[in-house]
């Protein structure tokens, strides 16, 4: 940047304050004025000549102070729009990161409603489920009651069968006696 303005400041080559390097003048230039106007402006009525001296004109150090004076405005202009800027730069960075946040709190949001959505529908879930689990656990529990109670009909059907004939069974004192009459009296088997 400074480059630059050195580069602005500077014409072919040389800066603006030495352009014109035989236009200084170290010493006042002396003029001799006519004895009217000198009388007139100093006042004296005497005939004597009377010298004037111009105001000396240093133009390189004029030159380079002007130079200095606008070279350092340039600065703070620079500077003023380096910072500017800046801080529009950080002003775009902090509005991307707050509209970033709000976006991020706004998933957030909606995630977190989404969640409780997803929650108490699982809870739903959950209360079905555990409804038809007891459901068919009292279904189990009806048929296996069921089918105990026939298994015990079943059961006391056949205790009563073998009862009855069990009357008819051959016991260990009726055997010589069941043998002695099968033989006395044999039937065809077919």
Same mark, same amino acid.
């Given at each position: 940047m400074l480059r630059r303005a050195v580069r602005e400041l500077t014409t072919a080559g040389y800066p603006?304050?030495?352009?014109?390097?035989?236009? +200084? #003048?170290?010493?006042?230039? &002396?003029?001799?004025?006519?004895? !009217?106007?000198?009388?007139?402006? /100093?006042?004296?009525?005497?005939g004597e000549p009377s010298i004037e001296f111009e105001p000396r004109v240093d133009t390189y150090v004029e030159r380079?102070?002007?130079?200095?004076?606008?070279?350092?405005?340039?600065?703070?202009?620079?500077?003023?729009e380096f910072e500017a800027r800046a801080d529009?730069?950080?002003?775009?960075?902090?509005?991307?990161?707050?509209?970033?946040?709000?976006?991020?709190?706004?998933?957030k949001a909606a995630k977190a409603l989404k969640s409780a959505a +997803? #929650?108490?529908?699982?809870? &739903?879930?959950?209360?079905a489920? !555990?409804?038809a689990k007891e459901t /068919?656990?009292?279904?189990k529990a009806v048929v296996r009651a069921q089918r105990d109670f026939?298994?015990?009909?079943?059961?006391?059907?056949r205790e009563e069968e073998l009862l009855k004939a069990s009357r008819n069974w051959v016991t260990a004192e009726d055997l010589d006696e069941r043998i002695?009459?099968?033989?006395?009296?044999?039937?065809?088997?077919?």
């Open positions: 603006a304050w030495c352009s014109s390097r035989s236009a +200084r #003048a170290l010493v006042p230039d &002396r003029t001799f004025a006519s004895s !009217a106007t000198a009388r007139a402006s /100093a006042g004296s009525s005497s380079r102070r002007a130079w200095e004076k606008e070279l350092n405005a340039r600065r703070k202009e620079w500077a003023a529009a730069k950080a002003a775009e960075v902090q509005s991307e990161r707050e509209r970033i946040e709000g976006e991020k709190a706004a998933r +997803r #929650a108490e529908e699982v809870a &739903r879930e959950e209360k489920r !555990a409804r /068919a656990l009292r279904r026939v298994a015990h009909l079943r059961k006391t059907a002695r009459h099968a033989l006395e009296n044999p039937r065809p088997m077919y």
